[in-house]
Structure formats: structure tokens, C-alpha cells
């Protein structure tokens, strides 16, 4: 399928109003996630083709969106919510589990495999890798983000780090189209646990992100640009932690919408994941992303 980014750098959304910059979060915190990352819980295991899933995996309940989400015409639209507080502290996905094209959600991801690499080689991010780290998660900047895919070894190097990370249905983008990498809503909790807990399984234990490198991840995606801070950021609270992704078919002329990250409600944290394709345009898509967002954080924390 013909594929058209339309992350471009310092790019701005006019779809929604810009929201307030979001506070920083702090690299040690919600380390109660750590214990959902687990072989029991979300699983590991290699990263195959992203597949539509039939069965939730142990520790994941599959529920239908809530019935005040309409998504018009052909628009998909999948979200998985992770609470860190409280008993309820297991991953629900609401709608079908399948496979969605990321766009520039991936660049989180690319990230982690940098710092891996990085970890591997038993050193820190370099001056060099950091400069481009930064604007290609707070400016969705694509001309970073394509130097980086090319280091870290394009969609097998992303593939093995996602392994390492307990990620399941994920799959490297062709060639050098990183925004076509393929992702279902429940593996984007698994890599929002690995940036934002202790990350990783008992069985890939090397493959865990390092306090330092988690607190890096952070510290970029909650301070992206003002007018890219719309999706999640919807399900209200004080503070919040956001990549987004959009992108344009030029096959069909439809827009595929995503947005990744953790947002703080009442005192409660979460994370989530709304991963969306075949809006009709970009606004709508962002729409139903931020609907999706309000709706299933209402149904989340009440439970």
C-alpha cells in the first residue's frame, strides 16, 4: 500500500484546541506496574507478524467500546488501558485486538531500541543520538526518526529489541517506512510498561530498560510540542505523557490515528493506548481518538 507520512517535523495539529504543557513525571515512579509485564500476565516471546488477536492473553480482558463511541463510516478504532493504582491493576482492551499501522507512535519504540542498544554496549545514549532522540519524539521530527531506524538496524533491529521487551505483535516496517511497523493496542501496553515501570519479564531480564533510559523516554513525551498533545491527553488529569501518530493513504486518502502514553486522573494513573484507521479525514480521526480516550478511562477507573 502506497504510504504518505504526514509526521512531518513541528508539525501542528489544528484539529483540537492545544492543551496545557504537561507536567514532568519523574524517571523511578510506577514501578507497581512491573508485575503485569510478565510472562503470566501480558507474555512474551518473539515478535511475529501482527496478527488480529481471537484470544486475550492471560492477565488481558477483551471488552466492546463503550456504547457512547460512534465511529463513522469505515474508522476502526481499538484502545487498551492499564491502571497503575488501585486492585484493578490488569490491562483491558476495548474492541478487536488487531493490527494497526503505528505511523509515528513507532518513534517511542524506536527509542527504546536505541537505548537498548545503547545498554548493550554498556554505555548511555550518546550527545549524537540524543539530539536526535529529541525531536523526533517532541517534534515528531521524521528526518531524525529515519536516521535513527537506520541505526538501530531498521525492522530487525526494532523486532529484537521488541522481543527483549516482551512485545508479541508488533512487526518492523518495510525498508525504510518505519510508520508502516504493524502494532496491536495491547503490545503498545506492553512497551508503555517497559518505559514507564520496570519494564521486561524474569525471562528476558537484559532486555529491561534502565532506570535512566525510562526516565529519558519520560521526560521526552511529556514535554512534546504544544499543538501535538492532543489524544490521550483527553482523558483529563493533571498530568500526561503523549506520542501521536498520523498519517494519510494515498491509496484511499484515509487517515490512520494513534496516540500512546499515560495520563493522571484524581490521583489515579493509567496507561493507554488508541490505536485508529480509516478515519475520513484527520480531525475525525483525532475525534474519535480523544472519545475513545475519555470514554474508556471513565470505564476503566470505575472498576
Known amino acids: ?110 527509542l527504546a531500541a536505541v537505548l537498548l542498544q545503547a545498554q548493550g554496549a554498556g554505555r548511555t545514549a550518546t550527545a549524537q543520538e540524543r539530539a536526535y532522540a529529541q525531536p523526533m519524539i517532541q517534534h515528531s521530527d521524521n528526518a531524525a526518526a529515519n536516521t535513527l531506524w537506520r541505526q538501530i538496524g531498521r525492522a530487525p533491529g526494532l ?6 521487551l516482551g512485545l508479541t505483535g508488533t512487526k518492523g516496517g518495510p525498508g525504510n517506512k518505519w510508520g508502516l511497523t504493524r502494532t496491536t493496542a495491547s503490545d503498545q501496553i506492553r512497551l508503555l510498561a517497559a518505559v514507564f515501570g520496570s519494564g521486561g519479564t524474569p525471562a528476558t531480564a537484559s532486555g529491561v530498560l534502565a532506570k535512566e533510559s525510562r526516565a529519558y523516554v519520560q521526560t521526552l513525551m511529556s514535554s512534546v510540542e504544544r499543538g501535538q498533545s492532543w489524544g490521550i491527553s483527553a482523558a483529563g488529569g493533571s498530568s500526561w505523557a503523549v506520542k501521536n501518530g498520523w498519517l494519510q493513504r494515498d491509496a484511499t486518502g484515509l487517515w490512520d490515528i494513534n496516540s500512546i502514553g499515560l495520563f493522571t486522573v484524581n490521583g489515579h494513573r493509567c496507561l493507554m493506548a488508541v490505536l485508529s484507521d480509516r478515519s475520513t479525514s484527520m480531525s475525525e480521526g483525532v475525534k474519535l481518538v480523544e472519545s475513545v480516550a475519555r470514554a474508556t478511562a471513565r470505564s476503566a477507573l470505575a472498576n
Open 159 to 164: 523486532d529484537s529489541a521488541n522481543k527483549r
Open 1 to 110: 500500500m502506497p504510504y504518505r507520512s504526514r509526521c512531518t517535523p513541528r508539525a501542528k495539529s489544528t484539529a483540537r484546541p492545544t492543551r496545557k504543557a504537561a507536567a514532568k513525571l519523574g524517571g523511578g515512579f510506577l514501578a507497581a506496574v512491573t508485575a503485569l509485564v510478565t510472562v503470566g500476565a501480558l507474555g512474551a516471546g518473539s515478535a511475529a507478524a501482527a496478527a488480529p488477536s481471537s484470544t486475550p492473553q492471560p492477565g488481558v480482558s477483551v471488552t466492546h467500546l463503550p456504547a457512547e463511541v460512534h465511529p463513522r463510516g469505515a474508522a476502526r478504532v481499538t484502545a487498551a488501558v492499564l491502571p497503575l493504582d488501585g486492585a484493578n491493576r490488569k490491562v483491558t482492551v476495548f474492541g478487536d485486538d488487531h493490527a494497526y499501522d503505528t505511523a509515528s507512535i513507532v518513534k517511542v519504540d524506536i
